[in-house]
């Protein structure tokens, strides 16, 4: 019975709310400048693709602005407030100087400005090219308005591929997110199980199961076991049809 109970809770995180889930999708999003045709909306468009050639990725002006910036940004709005957890981005195959480096998340509300924002999380030093990486707030923050800024030098530029924003309409402690057609590095465990569920119960009574993956393969599907609550996710997250990620 509890497996059966449990295997409903995931045919049901598809439900419009209460799920933690991206909230950035296609909601109006904005950046200090924009460089030729890559405007912010490339950003949260659901294509996940990180090669910079094919114009998916935003990109503001830096040198090419009529007055350099130091700090770059971008940022979404949400459309209402809701309770955010973490932030994926998709970091460019390039290892070019506007990959981003020394940034911040920070989210503020209704009635507030940038001025008033909370930091979510702050990255120091180069992210990784050419993958998608999930970062996690100190604390679940309630806000409306979510801003990427890089903290660096005269004429700065900041380049996103695509940005998800994590997270529900209601304070949760026990959920997953949920990323369709994803795959990560060097799984703890593998196994061999009859669908989701079965996973799903796999992850739920190991205490050190942070995340799980299930992939069909023909009669049965791969259930891959992650410890690690900070794994590398491949590529572009969504480059592996069949896959998909559950992030506690």
Known sequence: ??????????????????????????????????????????????????????????????????????????????????????????????????????????????????????????HPGLATTNSTELYWCKTTIKGRHVRITINGNRAEMLLLCEVKVIGSEYLTTTSFIKFDNADLESPDMTYSVQGYGQCAMKCYVLPMCHIFSVKSVSDYYLCNIFTNMYPKLVGNSTGRPGIVAFIM
């Open 1 to 122: 019975m509890r497996v059966v109970t449990y295997y409903k809770l995931w045919l049901n995180t598809d439900m419009p709310e209460g799920r933690r889930r991206n909230l950035a999708l296609n909601k109006p999003a904005t950046q200090i400048s924009q460089y030729l045709g890559f405007e912010a909306g490339k950003a949260n468009d659901g294509i996940d693709g990180i090669s910079v050639d094919t114009g998916g990725c935003s990109h503001t002006a830096g040198y090419a602005a009529l007055v350099p910036e130091t700090h770059p940004w971008w940022e979404v709005d949400l459309s209402q407030e809701y309770y955010i957890s973490a932030v994926a981005i998709s970091h460019p195959v390039y290892d070019l100087p506007q990959l981003a480096h020394n940034f911040s998340i920070e989210i503020y509300t209704d009635g507030e400005t940038i001025n008033d924002a909370v930091l979510c999380y702050y």
